[in-house]
Antibody, heavy 125, light 107 residues
């Protein structure tokens, strides 16, 4: 069973940069997409973006201008940097493993099979 | 961008069947996944590829998808099923889209 664990600061000042790392254990990082997803207080899940094991990235359009993701498969880790943080970025941030697969009936789908426990990040003024 | 619409809340009596819907334009042409999210815990995949169950998910959980609506059905509902449920699809730009979530209350 693959396990993921987020790490980073729980408090970030407004206008500063958030850096989070997700450590992966119990399996290989190959052939997967490594995602960040967040949930703001009282809101639903919001996909932030992913990085593949080979370094290909895909970001949410609403965050793309402030976002950088990186991966280090030798350390079994991937990271997020979100610049110019504001109060609206206060959220629980989850890392998750994404899989792009074909079903038995040849449907192509992308799903999140493993998640970290999440880390609460609060932006202070 | 693609929009998924879920009712904010659904209530059900224990032992009955809960049906949670996820609406989207021609969603029947997409593959839909469902996640159970309990407060303070990591979300859990309960249905993928519209109707497949991951290992460890009870048979009480089932999914369907047709036309403009995907549905997650939970039969013989238990108190432990109380949670927020989210549908998710992948759009044409390979962005991942979540519905707004439905809070399932077991009365």
């Amino acid at each position: 069973q693959m396990q993921l664990q987020e790490s980073g600061p729980g408090l970030v000042k407004s206008s500063e940069t958030l850096s989070l790392t997700c450590s992966v254990s119990g399996g290989s990082m190959s052939n997967s997409y490594w995602n960040w997803i967040r949930q703001s207080p009282g809101k639903g899940l919001e996909w932030i973006g992913y990085i593949s094991d080979t370094g290909t990235t895909n970001y949410s359009p609403s965050l793309k201008s402030r976002l950088t993701m990186s991966v280090d498969t030798s350390k079994n880790q991937f990271s997020l940097r979100l610049r110019s943080m504001t109060a609206a970025d206060t959220a629980v941030y989850y890392c998750a493993r994404g899989r792009l697969e074909y079903s038995r009936s040849d449907l192509l789908g992308f799903f999140f099979g493993s998640w970290g426990q999440g880390i609460l990040v609060t932006v202070s003024s | 961008s693609y929009v998924l619409t879920q009712p904010p809340s659904v209530s059900v009596t224990p032992g009955k069947t809960a049906r949670l819907t996820c609406g989207g334009n021609k969603i029947g042409s997409e593959t839909v996944n469902w996640y159970q999210h309990k407060s303070g815990q990591a979300p859990v995949l309960v249905i993928y590829f519209n109707s497949d169950r991951p290992s460890g998910i009870p048979e009480r959980f089932s999914g369907s998808n047709s036309g403009n609506t995907a549905t997650l059905s939970i039969s013989r509902v238990e108190a432990g099923d109380e949670a927020d449920y989210y549908c998710q699809v992948r759009d044409d730009n390979e962005h991942q889209i979540f519905g707004g979530g439905t809070k399932l209350t077991v009365l």
